[in-house]
Protein backbone atom coordinates (compact mmCIF):
# COMPACT_ATOMS: atom_id res chain seq x y z
CA UNK A 1 0.00 0.00 0.00
CA UNK A 2 1.37 3.62 -1.13
CA UNK A 3 0.93 6.64 2.15
CA UNK A 4 -1.92 8.01 0.44
CA UNK A 5 -3.59 4.52 0.38
CA UNK A 6 -3.65 3.93 3.99
CA UNK A 7 -4.66 7.17 5.40
CA UNK A 8 -7.55 6.68 2.79
CA UNK A 9 -7.98 3.43 4.66
CA UNK A 10 -7.13 4.97 8.30
CA UNK A 11 -10.90 6.93 7.59
CA UNK A 12 -12.62 3.57 7.31
CA UNK A 13 -11.19 2.18 10.26
CA UNK A 14 -10.17 4.66 12.64
CA UNK A 15 -12.33 7.54 12.41
CA UNK A 16 -11.03 9.38 15.37
CA UNK A 17 -7.69 8.84 14.44
CA UNK A 18 -5.71 11.77 12.64
CA UNK A 19 -3.45 10.35 10.22
CA UNK A 20 -0.91 12.32 7.93
CA UNK A 21 1.80 11.01 4.95
CA UNK A 22 5.22 11.93 4.16
CA UNK A 23 6.47 10.70 1.56
CA UNK A 24 7.26 6.85 2.62
CA UNK A 25 6.33 7.58 6.21
CA UNK A 26 2.43 7.24 7.52
CA UNK A 27 1.95 9.03 11.15
CA UNK A 28 -1.32 8.48 12.76
CA UNK A 29 -2.04 10.23 16.37
CA UNK A 30 -4.89 8.01 18.06
CA UNK A 31 -6.25 8.66 21.31
CA UNK A 32 -5.43 6.03 23.86
CA UNK A 33 -8.44 3.86 23.73
CA UNK A 34 -7.75 3.05 20.31
CA UNK A 35 -3.93 2.52 20.87
CA UNK A 36 -4.10 -1.71 20.24
CA UNK A 37 -7.06 -1.47 17.16
CA UNK A 38 -4.13 1.28 15.61
CA UNK A 39 -1.33 -0.82 16.13
CA UNK A 40 -3.50 -4.02 14.47
CA UNK A 41 -4.58 -1.57 12.01
CA UNK A 42 -0.95 -1.24 11.10
CA UNK A 43 -0.08 -4.41 11.14
CA UNK A 44 -3.46 -5.91 9.58
CA UNK A 45 -3.96 -3.71 6.90
CA UNK A 46 -1.10 -1.42 6.22
CA UNK A 47 0.87 -4.15 6.01
CA UNK A 48 3.50 -3.54 8.55
CA UNK A 49 5.11 -6.29 9.80
CA UNK A 50 8.37 -5.26 11.21
CA UNK A 51 8.11 -3.53 15.33
CA UNK A 52 11.39 -1.60 15.06
CA UNK A 53 10.76 0.68 18.72
CA UNK A 54 8.63 2.36 21.26
CA UNK A 55 9.50 5.01 23.27
CA UNK A 56 7.79 8.11 24.88
CA UNK A 57 8.08 11.92 24.52
CA UNK A 58 7.92 14.01 27.96
CA UNK A 59 5.40 16.30 27.13
CA UNK A 60 5.67 18.35 30.59
CA UNK A 61 1.70 19.42 31.34
CA UNK A 62 0.60 17.76 28.21
CA UNK A 63 1.65 13.91 29.13
CA UNK A 64 3.34 11.64 27.16
CA UNK A 65 3.55 10.95 24.16
CA UNK A 66 3.81 7.21 23.33
CA UNK A 67 5.23 6.67 19.88
CA UNK A 68 5.62 3.29 17.88
CA UNK A 69 8.05 2.97 14.51
CA UNK A 70 6.51 0.22 12.20
CA UNK A 71 8.12 -1.21 9.21
CA UNK A 72 6.52 -2.55 6.42
CA UNK A 73 9.41 -5.79 4.62
CA UNK A 74 7.49 -5.94 1.68
CA UNK A 75 7.05 -2.32 0.74
CA UNK A 76 9.05 -0.51 2.57
CA UNK A 77 6.56 1.75 4.05
CA UNK A 78 7.20 3.05 7.43
CA UNK A 79 4.32 3.81 10.13
CA UNK A 80 4.52 6.32 13.17
CA UNK A 81 1.52 5.61 15.72
CA UNK A 82 2.05 8.02 18.63
CA UNK A 83 -1.09 8.64 21.08
CA UNK A 84 -0.70 11.18 24.27
CA UNK A 85 -1.17 9.33 27.65
CA UNK A 86 -1.73 11.97 30.55
CA UNK A 87 0.35 12.49 33.88
CA UNK A 88 -2.15 11.69 36.46
CA UNK A 89 -2.87 7.98 34.48
CA UNK A 90 0.86 6.69 33.19
CA UNK A 91 -1.60 3.27 31.62
CA UNK A 92 -1.71 2.00 28.26
CA UNK A 93 -2.13 -1.43 27.29
CA UNK A 94 0.70 -3.62 26.00
CA UNK A 95 1.38 -4.46 21.96
CA UNK A 96 2.91 -7.39 23.42
CA UNK A 97 -0.24 -9.32 21.59
CA UNK A 98 0.37 -8.08 18.22
CA UNK A 99 4.47 -7.85 18.15
CA UNK A 100 6.31 -10.01 20.47
CA UNK A 101 9.22 -7.29 19.55
CA UNK A 102 7.64 -4.63 22.08
CA UNK A 103 8.11 -6.77 25.11
CA UNK A 104 11.41 -4.86 25.62
CA UNK A 105 11.00 -1.47 24.06
CA UNK A 106 7.61 -1.38 26.63
CA UNK A 107 10.03 -2.62 29.41
CA UNK A 108 12.47 0.28 28.70
CA UNK A 109 9.71 2.75 28.40
CA UNK A 110 8.62 1.54 31.73
CA UNK A 111 11.70 2.09 33.38
CA UNK A 112 12.87 5.64 31.92
CA UNK A 113 9.73 7.65 31.79
CA UNK A 114 7.36 5.29 34.28
CA UNK A 115 4.39 4.33 31.66
CA UNK A 116 2.28 1.43 32.44
CA UNK A 117 1.51 -1.16 29.89
CA UNK A 118 -1.24 -3.13 31.23
CA UNK A 119 -1.22 -6.53 30.65
CA UNK A 120 2.40 -7.03 30.01
CA UNK A 121 4.16 -10.65 30.56
CA UNK A 122 6.50 -8.47 33.13
CA UNK A 123 7.51 -5.00 33.90
CA UNK A 124 11.00 -5.98 35.52
CA UNK A 125 13.68 -3.52 35.41
CA UNK A 126 15.93 -3.63 32.68
CA UNK A 127 18.62 -1.44 32.43
CA UNK A 128 19.03 0.90 35.63
CA UNK A 129 20.63 -0.62 38.67
CA UNK A 130 18.43 -2.38 41.47
CA UNK A 131 16.82 0.28 43.81
CA UNK A 132 17.23 3.11 41.33
CA UNK A 133 14.17 5.55 42.40
CA UNK A 134 12.86 7.49 39.69
CA UNK A 135 12.26 7.88 36.03
CA UNK A 136 15.82 9.40 34.61
CA UNK A 137 14.27 10.47 31.37
CA UNK A 138 11.56 12.33 32.41
CA UNK A 139 12.14 16.32 31.86
CA UNK A 140 11.88 16.68 35.87
CA UNK A 141 14.29 14.10 37.05
CA UNK A 142 17.43 15.91 38.35
CA UNK A 143 20.43 15.59 36.86
CA UNK A 144 22.50 14.46 39.72
CA UNK A 145 26.01 13.76 37.54
CA UNK A 146 25.50 17.71 36.44
CA UNK A 147 25.31 19.14 39.76
CA UNK A 148 28.02 16.80 41.36
CA UNK A 149 30.78 18.20 38.94
CA UNK A 150 32.10 21.41 37.75
CA UNK A 151 29.82 23.03 35.16
CA UNK A 152 31.79 24.89 32.65
CA UNK A 153 29.16 27.56 31.94
CA UNK A 154 30.25 28.71 35.75
CA UNK A 155 32.83 30.07 33.93
CA UNK A 156 33.34 33.02 31.92
CA UNK A 157 35.13 32.08 28.75
CA UNK A 158 38.71 31.84 28.66
CA UNK A 159 38.77 31.26 32.35
CA UNK A 160 41.00 28.45 33.91
CA UNK A 161 39.23 28.72 37.26
CA UNK A 162 35.82 30.11 38.87
CA UNK A 163 36.46 33.97 38.73
CA UNK A 164 36.88 35.38 42.79
CA UNK A 165 34.22 37.88 42.11
CA UNK A 166 31.40 37.32 43.82
CA UNK A 167 28.77 36.57 41.48
CA UNK A 168 25.63 34.13 41.54
CA UNK A 169 26.35 30.32 41.03
CA UNK A 170 25.51 29.07 37.80
CA UNK A 171 23.12 26.12 38.24
CA UNK A 172 24.02 23.36 35.00
CA UNK A 173 20.80 23.09 32.78
CA UNK A 174 18.62 20.23 33.94
CA UNK A 175 19.22 20.62 37.70
CA UNK A 176 17.08 22.89 39.67
CA UNK A 177 17.91 25.44 42.20
CA UNK A 178 18.81 24.31 45.48
CA UNK A 179 19.80 21.18 44.33
CA UNK A 180 21.06 18.89 46.09
CA UNK A 181 19.44 19.29 49.01
CA UNK A 182 21.68 20.67 52.17
Known amino acids: ?14 PSARPAADGSTVTLDVPREDWL ?8 V ?8 LT ?39 ATGLF ?10 HEMFGV ?3 GHP ?18 DFPLAARA ?5 GAREPGERQASERSRRRLVPPGVPEGWPPP
Open 116 to 118: VFD
Open 100 to 109: RGAGWAERET
Open 148 to 152: AQEWP
Open 122 to 139: GLAPLLLPEGFEGHPLRK
Open 1 to 14: MTADEIVAEVARHL
Open 46 to 53: AGCDFFDW
Open 56 to 94: AVDELDRGFAVVVHLYSIESGQHMLVRTLVPREDLVLPT
Open 37 to 44: AALAFARD
